[in-house]
């Protein structure tokens, strides 16, 4: 790993940290309050800040777990340094466009 | 003290296997001293590296008992508590016969992190005055006394996973000379150590630390070095 990919992950953890915490908040909220599906796409739907910041998290995790899977990839198995960034990527735009569905269905549905 | 030792040492090439001898324990024997032992009156065929017997020249460096240690400053008495040791070459090198590996890899990862000192004078010019109690000498003279042995980079993970990387001997070095005023070639070293293979892929397991004979701590080492590349790329004073 070189100094340029040591700033991506640990600048992408500085920002997921507190969303994690916010969405761990959400998830307590919505099982205590007893929310179904349909109450939180409710509360969800059209909203720009639920996008915002599900689309902050997902870019931050993408980037951040493929960085993990290159260093996983490169360390473990016998690829060398760049077949684990090709495949890291690939894993990096599979988490991205997951979540960019998830956030679409999550905001747009 | 008397009794025996079981001593399995291993013989041959990367393909070898342990064989067991019996050595006479005695007062204050170091792990080098059975090794001698073996050599001398067993097996004249064993082929293992020292020197200097005193811990400074940093050749010596086996695997006793599962951990590197510097033999020739390792009482049998701290290791081999129920008489038996198993005693191999150094991990994460090859193996050329025996006790011996090949450290060329270790040495040429310590020229790769620019481990040698660059002059910032010449021989015309004056001595350069050096306070040995400044604070930025202190900072120089701190993981100075490094002997080269191989223990940490025989100790660690990432070298087991990651075979290009320079290992914590080879960047506690660069570390040093980073701390050194005299020194010319920061610019350099701090763009090596900032590379694939630099500081960045260490994951802080902290085995070179526990495992250190001459009690440095490569561990912060790196961590230092983490944050000095960190700014400088930061800055635009290194490339990616």
Redesign the interface.
């Known amino acids: 790993?070189?100094?340029?990919?040591?700033?991506w992950q640990r600048a992408t953890a500085a920002v997921m940290a507190p969303l994690v915490l916010v969405h761990i908040a959400v998830i307590l909220y919505v099982s205590r309050q007893g929310l179904t599906a349909a109450d939180i796409l409710s509360r969800t739907h059209g909203s720009v800040l639920w996008a915002s910041y599900y689309g902050l998290f997902v870019a931050a995790a993408s980037i951040h777990a493929s960085i993990g899977v290159r260093n996983v990839l490169?360390?473990?198995t016998a690829l060398g340094?760049r077949s684990a960034g090709f495949f890291a990527v690939l894993f990096g735009l599979a988490l991205a466009v997951l979540g960019a569905h998830a956030i679409v269905v999550l905001v747009l549905t | 003290m008397p009794g025996e030792l079981s001593v399995s040492l291993w013989r041959g090439a990367e393909d070898g296997c342990y064989e067991t001898y019996r050595v006479p324990r005695r007062e204050s024997q170091t792990v080098l001293d059975v090794v001698t032992f073996v050599q001398r009156h067993l097996d004249p065929t064993l082929t293992y590296r020292f020197a200097c017997r005193v811990g400074v020249c940093g050749s010596c460096a086996m695997t006793v008992n599962g951990r590197p240690r510097w033999t020739c400053r390792t009482h049998v008495a701290k290791v081999a508590g129920d008489d038996r040791l198993t005693i191999g070459p150094l991990e994460n090198l090859r193996v050329i016969k025996d006790l011996a590996t090949d450290m060329q890899p270790f040495f040429e990862k310590w020229q790769k992190a620019k481990g040698a000192f660059e002059p910032s004078k010449t021989r015309a010019d004056a001595i350069e005055q050096i306070r040995p109690d400044s604070p930025a000498r202190r900072a120089a003279d701190a993981a100075i006394e490094c002997i080269n042995c191989g223990v940490c980079y025989a100790a660690c993970d990432t070298v087991r996973w990651n075979r290009d990387y320079f290992g914590p001997a080879a960047l506690t070095r660069a570390w040093t000379l980073l701390n050194d005023q005299r020194d010319a070639g920061n610019a350099a070293r701090l763009q090596a150590v900032a590379g694939s293979g630099g500081c960045h892929s260490c994951h802080s397991h902290q085995s070179c630390q526990e495992l250190c004979p001459q009690a440095l701590n490569p561990t912060a080492v790196i961590a230092d070095l983490k944050r000095r590349t960190l700014a400088a790329y930061l800055k635009g004073e290194i490339a990616p």
């Open positions: 790993m070189n100094v340029r990919l040591y700033v490169a360390e473990w340094e």
